[in-house]
Structures are given as C-alpha cells and as structure tokens.
C-alpha cells in the first residue's frame, strides 16, 4: 500500500488553499446561481457527451443544457467530422431537431416551414425560396458552437470566441490522461437523477471519501484504504488549475459478500478488454470544472470508467447524470460481471441522492451558514474556491 | 409477491439441459432492469432468500454455461438463465447487504430514471 496514513497531510501540499469555514450561501442564493449561469456555464467547456454516441456521418444527439438557455445538436458531418450548433433554424428560430439522438439522412429539417440543413450545419433547402427577398442560404447556416473532442468525451462552450481551446483549458490533465483504451469505450448505461438540491452540493458529496464508511455502512463500509480507526485515507490530490484529481487504493482487508467474492472471480477469469491510465491506487477521480466528473476503476482485467453530469436547472433542482462506458461485453459471462459493477453502484446513488436533498433543506433553512472541510475534503475547498474565482470576476471585484 | 413460481411437473423445460432444478424459478427471467428492481422491492425478504440460496448454489455452473454464449447471440433458454442471473444480481442486494428488500434510505423512485 502506498498511501501515507498521517493526518493533515494536504494543508501541507496547498497551503494556499486554506483551512477556515467556507460559506454556505452560494449553494442556496438564487443571486448567485445567476452569477454561475453568466460566468460560468456559458464561459467554460461543458462535456455534452461521447462521439461512441454518434459513430456513423450524419449521426447526432441533443442536450437541453437549461442554466445556459442552450439546446446544442452535436452531429457527425458526411466528412466525418463532430460539430456542435444551436439546435435553432435559421428562418424564425424554431428547434430543429426535437430527438436526443438520431441520423440525418440528406437533411435535417425544421418541422416548421420545412428549412433544410446538411449534416455540417449548411442550409441546403428553402420551400418556395424564390418569394423571400436577398436570402443567402451560404449566410444562413446553423449557428455554430465550440466544439472539441478530447480522449472520445466531446466538450462545447457556448461562449462565442472561448479565451481558451479544450486543451489550454485542461491545462496538463490532458496529459495525465494520455494512453489507454478510451476508444474501445461504448455507452453501457444511463442513469438520471433529479434532484432537489444546488448542484454543488452534489458534486460536493461525491468529491470525498469521507462518508464512504458512514453514509454507505450498508453497502461498502471496507472498501477503500482507511487508517486503523476506519478512516479512508486517499492516495493523492492533484490539481490542474480549475480540475482536480482524488486518487483511492482498495482495501486488501475488504470483505466481500458471497456474489461479490464470485463476481471478482469471474472477472479474473475474463480476457482483458479495456485498460485505462489509472493514477496509481484502483480508483480516481478527476473533476472537471465546472460539472463534469470522470471516474476509473480498475478491476482485476478490466477497467471501467463512469461519469457524472451535474446539470442544474434552478439554484434548488439539478439533473445528476450517471453514464458507464465499458468496452462492450463479448460473452453473457462478461455481461453478468458488468451488470454486478452497475448495479452495485446504482446504490451508491440512491444512498447519495437522498443526502444530497437533505443537505439543501438544512442549508436552507440559514440555520448553519458555514460549511467546515477536513483535510480529507481539500477536493471541496478547491473547488468551491474556483467557483468563487468566477464568479467574483462576475461581480467586477 | 411479485414474482410467479412457474415450474410445473411435465410442462417444457424453459431453462438449458443441467438447469432443471431452477426451472420453479424462471419467473425471475426478467428483460429489464426496471422490472428486476421491481420484482426485488415489491418481494418479501424470505422468498428473495430462497431465490438467492436456490441460484447461489448453482451459480458456478451458470457462469461456466454463460461463457460459451456471445452476449448478442444467445438461444432462448440461456438468455432466460442469464436473466435471472442478473435477478440475482438485483435480489443480492436485498439478501446480502440491507437485509431488507428495499434500499435503506432510498431515492424517490419516480425521480430516478433507469
């Protein structure tokens, strides 16, 4: 085992990062949440997905994303190439396409007046185009919007000249994410959540391992590394500018249940499929500001990687978006192994969700108006520390 | 209860040659995850016991079946073993870690999208 058991050990690594109370009014005031739409959600690079999604030309898929007001089609053109637009025609600002997946077949047509587009976004059809007046459909494509592709995860940001391309942005993390299987990954699973709660109370809650022995006593009391009081200890905390990285050693010492002692040897006995760049323990977490999460597990011959989307919709409601890729299952026997990993985290989820919701109602209530991190949860303060760079800017501080 | 016992003397085996004894639980070979979610939180603790010992038992040899069939190309009678595998996999839950056939402290169903 690597991880070093001694305590306050991160306030050592980033003492910039402080160790005071952070203020709970930004997960509860509608101002603010305004603030986070303006500076951050329509300024950053928002993962909308993976081109597994769109593997044909003319595949696309769309994703309402409501804190920007944006409904984005991402579309793989004839050439090949993966584009993201405004799902908005051209003639009278109509929704184009009113699927969240599908294929354009010649066109892409408004179901309005009948307007068609190209799977690269060009207006290549107008119905009875001789009575407008000086229309240039070379002009009239639809409206673009930043789009990048990084490891197969396809990011847009909906500011109209980005300050930064996806690269600059993940300022390093890119590079620690070098290698691996990412392209053998495919879309296993679904889940969303909707919750009742500020979407960085979600994201607080998953970026620690802190509760794992007490909110998930049922579940997984054993399962990461903890000092010999039972407390879980991370492997290591990385930040590149605005992301962040937790990374978890299992603990030899875990005891399994008869199914999941079972399922280890199955998987054991499977072919490897998929490897990925994993930082050193069995388990990482990167966060990718602002609401993107990308976690690995490594098994014992297959690696599985898992994301989340916190999407908010008001300051009090957010869509937590749970997504497995795998490399696909070959035989019913691998099949069996991933349904086990899946659906053992599919209560990892039901258990967090709750809390999440119970957290907003407390903190709305104003009854406790700080939030106190350990040295365990120096993830949070960066990332809450982040959030307020941001948003400040927005304020003209 | 909320899933039938279906095996019935002399009736068509539904389950491949060696699986007979599992045959009273086929009514566990259900498609969806939704309906295997169902089917655990609507049972009783003891019935959802009996399922696990029943297919616990035999689940070596169900592993060692699964393994020769590509996950797409099964014949009807192994996607039915496999699915109640996966039943297992859901009812573990219940037998193996709450104790209980539903999540302690779960999520609003309505608002958890599978």
Sequence with gaps: MKTIMKERRWVEKYPELGTGPVAAEPCISPEYFELERERIFRRTWLNVGNVCEIPERGDYFVREITVANASILVMRGQDGVVRGFHNVCSHRGNTLAWDEKGKCRGYLTCNFH????????????????????????????????????????????????????????????????????????????????????????????????????????????????ANDKGMVRVLDVTFFNRHSLYSCEMNPGHKPTPLETAMMELQRSNATRCRLPVAGGQFDFYLIFPNF??????????????????????????????????????????????????????????????????????????????????DEEIQIRHFHKIVEDHVSLARGA | ??????????????????????????????????????????????????????????????????????????????????????????VSIAVELYRRPEVINGFDRARFSL
């Design chain 1, 114 to 225: 009948s307007w068609g587009y190209d799977s690269a976004g060009q207006l290549k059809w107008v119905p009875d185009e001789a009575n407008f007046f000086d229309l240039d459909k070379s002009q009239l494509g639809l409206t673009p919007v930043a789009t990048e592709v990084f490891n197969g995860f396809v990011f847009v940001n909906l500011d109209p000249s980005p300050r930064e391309n996806l690269t600059q942005y993940l300022d390093g993390l890119d590079q620690q994410l070098k290698g691996g299987d990412f392209d053998k990954l495919k879309l296993a699973r679904i889940y969303k959540i909707d919750e009742k709660a500020n979407w960085k109370i979600g994201l607080d809650a998953q970026n620690e391992v802190y509760h794992l022995p007490f909110q998930h006593r049922y579940i997984m009391p054993d399962l990461f590394l």
């Design chain 1, 293 to 374: 999460v990308l976690i690995f597990f490594r098994g014992p011959t297959d690696d599985v990687c898992l994301t989340y989307n916190f999407w908010p919709l008001a300051v009090d409601r957010t869509i937590w978006e749970i997504r497995f890729y795998t490399a696909p299952a070959r035989t019913a026997a691998e099949a069996l192994a991933d349904e086990f990993s899946t659906t053992r985290n599919r209560l990892v989820f039901d258990e967090d969700a709750v809390a999440h919701e119970t957290v907003h109602t407390g903190l709305k209530s104003r009854a406790k108006t700080q939030l106190f991190f350990q």
């Design chain 2, 1 to 90: 209860m909320a899933v039938q016992h279906e095996g019935i003397a002399g009736s068509q085996p539904k389950l491949p040659k060696g699986f007979a004894d599992l045959e009273p639980f086929v009514g566990w070979a259900l498609p969806t995850e939704k309906e295997r979610l169902t089917a655990r939180e609507t049972g009783n603790i003891e019935e959802l016991q009996v399922f696990y010992d029943a297919m616990m038992a035999r689940l070596p040899a169900i592993i060692e079946h699964l393994k020769q069939f590509p996950v797409d190309r099964m014949p009807e009678d192994t996607e039915r073993l496999f699915q109640m595998a996966l039943s297992l996999i859901e």
